[in-house]
């Protein structure tokens, strides 16, 4: 089992071990949101982790532009800078910024560096830059050409802290190139080498320097082979040093090797997410914590298959970037399982959206035939209601009209029935007037009968002659006559005196009584329109009559058709 596979391609130890990069240190400010990140990662809670990871990698592109900026602003300094010195601090910084990140630019800005060095002629930077140099080319797995440069320095002439630097530096080359050969002929040689280094370097270290417990816990592995008192050491390193540090990074991934060594676990799985989240942060493009995790997370019950998917193209991308060409074939070796699996997924999805797609459109299809069938139901709907509409509307001007009529018809009722009262009580004046005059005549026959009887011919005769009776009787039946007919007829005074001249009407003497002008007329209205019958009834001579006729024409708007005017009068009486 091996606890320091974080690095197994990468060589950044050097800027760790040696001295304190003014690079690593600018770029790792985080913001107080961003630094609770990780201070809330001390828990072992795998779904808060996670969480926190995912909202780390959606502003990746953030801690980048810091960089970018950084990176820039020393650019800046070193062309603006005129002294040596400053430019050689300038590209040291440039090409620890872009270490791990991008090979090309970090090789050039450290070639740069080393030339300020040689022109300072300056030992202890010439081989400072060395070293550096020698991590790069092992970062691309050009391992003789980094042994090449490292034989080049002087071993007894570094000072302890760059002697440090050297032995890990040494150390780190030997390992990986046993690893890549992976031989039990080859490979076994530079290994011993490598532990050799470690040996040497480890008593260079004080027990008060950050960095102790780690490079304690790589010896305890490698050396002494005790991995609990690695792991003691490995958990102290944790808490000691800065959270956005790359030794923190590597000793969550060691304690998360060791995790997983015994099967995967939630504590695997935390340590491996800090790892990711403190690479992420320092835009790094190693990729190997967020590799692994891939591959935990598609290992787990139940497998986190999309986010594994996710998490192994961020490490393929980085690794693209960087140009890392053994990363790249290190991913392409391992996560075919997580792609394959994922892209079986993505099928089965894909088949099922397939047939969800076809049941939407049947669906669809389904909707758009009711959507037509709706509409025109609604059309037809619409016109029967337009159409009854209409007819409601003809039934209310029906029902106005015949409310109308029945108002007419109510009107016309009440006025037949005040007609058949008037004409009952001209009945019952008729009946009356007969009556009397029956009385009257069997009055009479017996007054004649007496008076022949007892031969008293002279009285009767003088009965008979008597004018004042006569005068009385006609009198009787004029005032009746006048009193009936206005009952009858009470609009005929008005409505004759509409057919005279302007100041010719005629003024009723009282209200009951009618001018013999207004009798004669009467007369006519009824339908007695001869002289000789109108002259018998009010007992006038007919040439009278017919003056009364002659001269009343002369105060008339219409001589020629007055008559027949009269005799139209009082229709709705």
């Known amino acids: 089992m091996l606890f320091c596979r974080y690095y197994q391609l990468f060589f950044f130890v050097f800027v760790l071990a040696s001295f304190p990069s003014r690079a690593l240190a600018s770029t790792s400010t985080l913001s107080d949101a961003e630094t609770r990140v990780l201070d809330d990662s001390a828990s072992e809670d795998v779904g808060v982790l996670l969480d926190s990871l995912d909202r780390i990698i959606a502003r990746r592109d953030d801690f980048w532009q810091q960089k970018l900026a950084y990176i820039q602003a020393r650019r800046t300094q070193a062309a603006e ?36 060095a040689y022109q300072l002629a300056d030992s202890v930077a010439i081989h400072q830059h060395l070293i550096n140099k020698a991590e790069l080319l092992a970062f691309r797995g ?25 032995l890990i530096t040494a150390f780190r080359v ?92 939630d504590l695997c799985t935390a340590f491996l997410t800090r790892a990711a989240i403190s690479d992420l942060l320092n ?19 139940p497998p986190q298959l999309e986010r594994a998917q996710r998490y192994v193209n961020i490490a393929l991308t980085d ?60 059309s037809l709907l619409g016109q029967r209601r337009h159409a009854l509409a209409e007819t409601n509307s003809q039934l209310s001007d ?12 109510a009107d016309t009722n009440g006025r037949l029935v005040q007609v058949n009262k008037r004409r009952e009580s001209l009945a019952k004046v008729y009946i009356d007037l007969c009556a009397t005059y029956i009385h009257r005549l069997e009055r009479f026959q017996l007054l004649v009968q007496r008076k022949i009887k007892a031969k008293q011919t002279t009285e009767l005769l003088s009965a008979i002659s008597s004018q004042r009776l006569s005068a009385e009787e ?63 009834l009010l ?10 006729r002659s001269a009343f024409k002369t105060r008339v708007r219409d001589r020629e058709h007055f008559e027949q005017q009269v005799a139209a009068l009082c229709r709705e009486s």
């Open 81 to 116: 800078a005129n002294n040596l010195r400053t430019r050689l601090d300038c590209y040291h910084d440039i090409s620890q910024a872009y270490y791990v990140t991008e090979f090309d630019s970090a090789m050039h800005y450290a070639d740069l560096a080393l030339q300020m």
């Open 142 to 166: 050009m391992y003789p050409e980094a042994e090449a440069l490292l034989s080049h320095i002087d071993e007894a002439s570094l000072p302890d802290e760059l002697h440090f630097a050297y």
């Open 398 to 409: 029906l029902n106005a009209q015949l409310g109308d009529l029945n108002a007419q018809l």
């Open 474 to 536: 006609n009198a009787a039946f004029m005032h009746r006559f006048d009193k009936t007919f206005l009952e009858l007829y009470p609009t005929f005074v008005d409505e004759f005196n509409a057919l005279l001249l302007d100041g010719e009407q005629i003024t009723l003497p009282h209200s009951s009584t009618l001018t013999t002008e207004l009798r004669i007329f009467a007369l006519i209205r009824l339908g007695v329109k001869e002289s000789s019958e109108i002259a018998a």
């Open 539 to 548: 007992q006038f001579a007919p040439r009278t009559v017919y003056n009364y």
């Open 174 to 265: 030997n390992q990986y190139r046993a690893d890549y050969l992976a031989d039990d002929n080859y490979a076994p040689p530079y290994r011993e080498r490598g532990f050799d280094c470690l040996r040497r370097a480890v008593p260079l270290l004080s027990a008060d320097d950050d960095r102790y417990d780690y490079y304690i816990g790589e010896y305890e592995v490698f050396i002494h082979h005790d991995e609990q008192q690695a792991m003691h050491h490995y958990h102290r390193a944790v808490e000691r040093l800065p959270k956005t540090s790359r030794l923190y990074a590597m000793a969550c991934y060691a304690l998360a090797s060791n995790y997983r060594s015994n099967g995967p676990s």
């Open 283 to 301: 835009s790094s493009k190693e990729g190997m914590a967020l590799q692994d995790l891939a591959e935990v997370l598609f290992a787990s019950n």
């Open 319 to 378: 690794a693209q970037q960087s140009n890392n060409r053994l990363r790249t074939l290190d991913i392409a070796r391992k996560s075919p399982a997580i792609i394959l699996t994922y892209q079986g997924l993505l099928s089965q999805q894909n088949r099922s959206l397939r047939l969800a797609l076809w049941g939407l459109s049947l669906l669809a299809v389904l909707m758009v035939a009711l959507i037509v069938f709706i509409v025109r139901q609604n």
